[in-house]
Antibody, heavy 117, light 109 residues
Framework: QVHLVQSGAEVKKPGASVKVSCKAS????????LHWVRQAPGQGLEWMGW????????KYSRKFQGRVTITRDTSASTAYMELSSLTSEDTAVYYC??????????WGKGTTVTVSS | EIVLTQSPATLSLSPGERATLSCRAS??????LAWYQQKPGQVPRLLIS???NRATGIPARFSGSGSGTDFTLTISSLDPEDFAVYYC???????????FGGGTRVEIK
């Protein structure tokens, strides 16, 4: 069965960066794009970007362009999302999700990132 | 950038009733439209992809329709476990990007 296992919760100070990992299992990692989606407390879903796990190509939402970097390590079947220059508005649950024809069929359990001084 | 507008924001219905949720795109997305269900404290679950294809394991009471800019998710007869928030999501070819609608909460009347 397909699983996406994310790294644990993080607490960061304003201005810092955070890097969240997403380890995939149960499928051929390089055959699928992975998305990153976040959800602020009480708010809706917000797409941040994707990475083609095969060739490493990325696409970012305009909102996060310049502040987010998505990478992958094919040897570890793991994708990473790094977000810089954090503010309190970045406090959210961050999800990775496996692409299936541009919908998202498997989701990680989420990583809570709290930004607080 | 394509914007998805979901309506209504909240739908108050009783178990057994029919739910009709709308998702409108600011420009055509063809049939690149998906629907998700999210219950409190849970991860979103894919219900429908390509506007009308039920995902694996999704009950037949869930159906999706539409193309271009207007889409509908219908729950034919609400089960108590269906009370949740529903999101639509689109993929655009140019510029390549994804976005979600703001969600519709289906609550027990």
């Amino acid at each position: 069965q397909v699983h996406l296992v994310q790294s644990g919760a993080e607490v960061k100070k304003p201005g810092a960066s955070v890097k969240v990992s997403c380890k995939a299992s149960g499928y051929t990692f390089i055959s699928h794009t992975l998305h990153w989606v976040r959800q602020a407390p009480g708010q809706g879903l917000e797409w941040m970007g994707w990475i083609n796990a095969g060739n490493g190509a990325t696409k970012y939402s305009r909102k996060f362009q310049g502040r987010v970097t998505i990478t992958r390590d094919t040897s570890a079947s793991t994708a990473y999302m790094e977000l810089s220059s954090l503010t309190s508005e970045d406090t959210a649950v961050y999800y990775c999700a496996k692409d299936s024809y541009y919908s998202m069929d498997v989701w990680g359990k989420g990583t809570t990132v709290t930004v607080s001084s | 950038e394509i914007v998805l507008t979901q309506s209504p924001a909240t739908l108050s219905l009783s178990p057994g009733e029919r739910a009709t949720l709308s998702c409108r795109a600011s420009q055509s997305v063809g049939t690149y439209l998906a629907w998700y269900q999210q219950k409190p404290g849970q991860v979103p679950r894919l219900l429908i992809s390509d506007a009308s294809n039920r995902a694996t394991g999704i009950p037949a009471r869930f159906s999706g329709s539409g193309s271009g800019t207007d889409f509908t998710l219908t729950i034919s007869s609400l089960d108590p476990e269906d009370f949740a928030v529903y999101y639509c999501q689109q993929r655009s070819n140019w510029p390549p990007a994804l976005s979600f609608g703001g969600g519709t909460r289906v609550e027990i009347k």
